[in-house]
Structure formats: structure tokens, C-alpha cells
């Protein structure tokens, strides 16, 4: 994978004046683009599109300092139809316009080319399993909530924290298939795991495809397939968070695997009263890779 990612990245460079197809681009790389993205996005802490818009920018930099092109010209290099949308990116970039920069030689904000670099890490085994699932349905309480990578997520405490303490009672009764327990489900991910990008939480339970959900329950369909299962155990949620980040920079790279779309899901399995502490799994939808 770490070889398919810097194939990505000369392909980035050698497309920059063109709108990549990053589907063609993962194919031909054989990985599916949703892949692709995650694994970019986890390992290089930025989204892909936000990779190429800021390398785009500082190649488009140097054209500008240089004054060897009017800049529509330069603009239309880049796939901007207007000077006006080449001048909005290249701002949201170097904080400064094309002709500011092209009179004052800046200030610039260079994004340097990313290469992935293979480290020995892994000296702590993680605790993986892969289960074949049946269809089944995710049931509880949903709301569109920003993704946030590090710490506790205030949007997805209010919301779980507006609900009555007997229907998590409620929840835990109705629950009849793996993953058991009490579930923290994430659906709707951008691809570009993009930090503020909106995703649907939901706090319920699994049911079996045949069991009916009541009404008044959200209800996420999940189709059979193959999953990778992770134990988590310690301070919650960093151990979780630590362990979910790992599956980028060891678990995948090491395994015959790739992640395939679906919810994320968290098992609460057991945890401290006052939460600072979990044992967890992390179930993640998978495919051969």
C-alpha cells in the first residue's frame, strides 16, 4: 500500500493542471477509491482533494512570481474557468492574492510533495478478528454531527446525553445480534475523513434482518459482508482513537484488506462509571483487497 500511495502522489504531480479521476487513478493502482482516500487522508493528516488543491497552488505560485503568464492564462492551466475562482483558491492557500503575490514575491505557502515512508512499528499485537455478518440492521437514536479525529466530540455527547435513561434500557433489551451491547455508529463518512465534514451518528443496537424495528427508531440497513473486529482496552476514548488510527498506519498496510463503504462501529463491552475507561471493539467493514 505504501507503494501505491507514492504512485499516487507522481500521478497527483503529473495531473496537476487537469481534474483527476481519482476512481481511474485508485483502479489502476487496484484499490477501490474510497480506500484510497481514507488511507491517504489518515496517513498524510490531510484529504486527498486538499493535498492537490494546495500542491496545485504552489506549483501555480511559481508561475505567478515568474510573470510568464497573464493570469487567465495561468488560471486555465490549473482547470480554473475564471481568474476570479484561480484567485479564490490560490487566497484560501497563501493568504494573499495572484497579484499581490506576483508584485510582492509573497507571501507564499508551500505545500511540499508527500512521500510515505514504510517504519517498523507494531511492536504491541493488535487484537484483530474477521467475521462473515449476514444483512443486518443498526436501530436507535441518529443526528447529523461534525466529525472530529482527537478527543471526546461534544456534538455526539449532547446527543446521547438528551436521552432518558430508560431508553437505554429500552435499546439493550431489543438488541439480538453481534455486534451486542450498546453501539456508537458512524455512517455517512466522507471518503476525505475531512475534519468538520458531517456524518450521521447513531447510539443504538444491532438487530437481525428479519426482527422489526420499532417506529420510533432510526434504522440503519447493513448488507452481509466481512468485517475486521478490533479490541480496544484503556483510558476512553484515546486508546479507541489510538487504536482506530493504527488500522491506517499498520493494520492495512500489513494485510490483504481494504476498507469498503459502511458504518464504523464502536461496542462498548465494558466500561468505568464515569467513562475513563473502555473495553471496546471496533468493527470496520472490509473487502479483499
Same mark, same amino acid.
Given at each position: 500500500?505504501?507503494?501505491?500511495?507514492?504512485?499516487?502522489?507522481?500521478?497527483?504531480?503529473?495531473?496537476?493542471?487537469?481534474?483527476?479521476?481519482?476512481?481511474?487513478?485508485? @483502479? %489502476?493502482?487496484?484499490?477501490?477509491?474510497?480506500?484510497?482516500?481514507?488511507?491517504?487522508? #489518515?496517513? /498524510?493528516?490531510?484529504?486527498?482533494?486538499?493535498?492537490?488543491?494546495?500542491?496545485?497552488?504552489?506549483?501555480?505560485?511559481?508561475?505567478? !512570481?515568474? @510573470?510568464?503568464? =497573464?493570469?487567465?492564462?495561468?488560471?486555465?492551466?490549473?482547470?480554473? @474557468?475564471? #481568474?476570479?475562482?484561480?484567485?479564490? &483558491?490560490?487566497?484560501?492557500?497563501?493568504?494573499?492574492?495572484?497579484?499581490?503575490?506576483?508584485?510582492?514575491? %509573497?507571501?507564499?505557502?508551500?505545500?511540499?510533495?508527500?512521500?510515505?515512508?514504510?517504519?517498523?512499528?507494531?511492536?504491541?499485537?493488535?487484537?484483530?478478528?474477521?467475521? =462473515?455478518?449476514?444483512?443486518?440492521?443498526? !436501530? @436507535?437514536?441518529? &443526528?447529523?454531527? *461534525?466529525?472530529?479525529?482527537? %478527543?471526546?466530540?461534544?456534538?455526539?455527547?449532547?446527543?446521547? &446525553?438528551?436521552?432518558?435513561?430508560?431508553?437505554?434500557?429500552?435499546?439493550?433489551?431489543?438488541?439480538?445480534?453481534?455486534?451486542?451491547?450498546?453501539?456508537?455508529?458512524?455512517?455517512?463518512?466522507?471518503?476525505?475523513?475531512?475534519?468538520?465534514?458531517?456524518?450521521?451518528?447513531?447510539?443504538?443496537?444491532?438487530?437481525?434482518?428479519?426482527?422489526?424495528?420499532?417506529?420510533?427508531?432510526?434504522?440503519?440497513?447493513?448488507? &452481509?459482508?466481512?468485517? /475486521?473486529?478490533?479490541?480496544?482496552? %484503556? *483510558?476512553? *476514548?484515546?486508546?479507541?482513537?489510538?487504536?482506530?488510527?493504527?488500522?491506517?498506519?499498520?493494520?492495512? *498496510?500489513?494485510?490483504?484488506?481494504?476498507?469498503?463503504?459502511?458504518?464504523?462501529?464502536?461496542?462498548?463491552?465494558?466500561? /468505568?462509571?464515569?467513562?475513563?475507561?473502555?473495553?471496546?471493539?471496533?468493527?470496520?467493514?472490509?473487502?479483499? /483487497?
Amino acid at each position: 500500500m505504501i507503494s501505491a500511495l507514492n504512485q499516487l502522489v507522481d500521478l497527483v504531480e503529473e495531473h496537476l493542471g487537469e481534474e483527476l479521476d481519482v476512481d481511474k487513478l485508485a @483502479g %489502476g493502482l487496484g484499490m477501490t477509491e474510497y480506500h484510497l482516500r481514507r488511507m491517504f487522508s #489518515s496517513l /498524510a493528516g490531510m484529504p486527498l482533494s486538499e493535498y492537490v488543491r494546495r500542491r496545485r497552488m504552489t506549483v501555480a505560485a511559481g508561475d505567478v !512570481v515568474r @510573470g510568464e503568464a =497573464d493570469l487567465l492564462g495561468i488560471a486555465v492551466r490549473y482547470s480554473y @474557468g475564471s #481568474s476570479e475562482a484561480f484567485g479564490r &483558491a490560490f487566497r484560501a492557500v497563501h493568504g494573499a492574492s495572484p497579484s499581490d503575490v506576483r508584485r510582492d514575491g %509573497g507571501p507564499l505557502r508551500i505545500q511540499p510533495q508527500v512521500r510515505f515512508r514504510l517504519t517498523v512499528e507494531g511492536s504491541n499485537p493488535m487484537d484483530t478478528h474477521l467475521v =462473515d455478518r449476514p444483512a443486518f440492521r443498526l !436501530v @436507535g437514536y441518529a &443526528a447529523r454531527v *461534525p466529525l472530529i479525529h482527537q %478527543g471526546i466530540n461534544p456534538h455526539i455527547q449532547k446527543h446521547i &446525553a438528551a436521552l432518558p435513561p430508560q431508553e437505554h434500557l429500552r435499546l439493550k433489551a431489543l438488541s439480538n445480534t453481534e455486534p451486542s451491547g450498546m453501539l456508537q455508529v458512524s455512517d455517512g463518512l466522507d471518503p476525505d475523513a475531512t475534519e468538520g465534514s458531517e456524518l450521521i451518528y447513531l447510539h443504538g443496537i444491532a438487530l437481525t434482518k428479519e426482527t422489526s424495528a420499532p417506529d420510533d427508531l432510526d434504522v440503519i440497513e447493513v448488507p &452481509a459482508g466481512q468485517w /475486521a473486529v478490533f479490541r480496544t482496552s %484503556g *483510558p476512553h *476514548p484515546q486508546a479507541l482513537q489510538t487504536t482506530w488510527a493504527a488500522t491506517a498506519t499498520e493494520w492495512f *498496510p500489513s494485510n490483504p484488506w481494504q476498507l469498503r463503504p459502511g458504518p464504523s462501529i464502536v461496542a462498548i463491552l465494558e466500561r /468505568a462509571d464515569d467513562f475513563s475507561t473502555a473495553t471496546c471493539e471496533l468493527w470496520l467493514p472490509v473487502e479483499p /483487497a
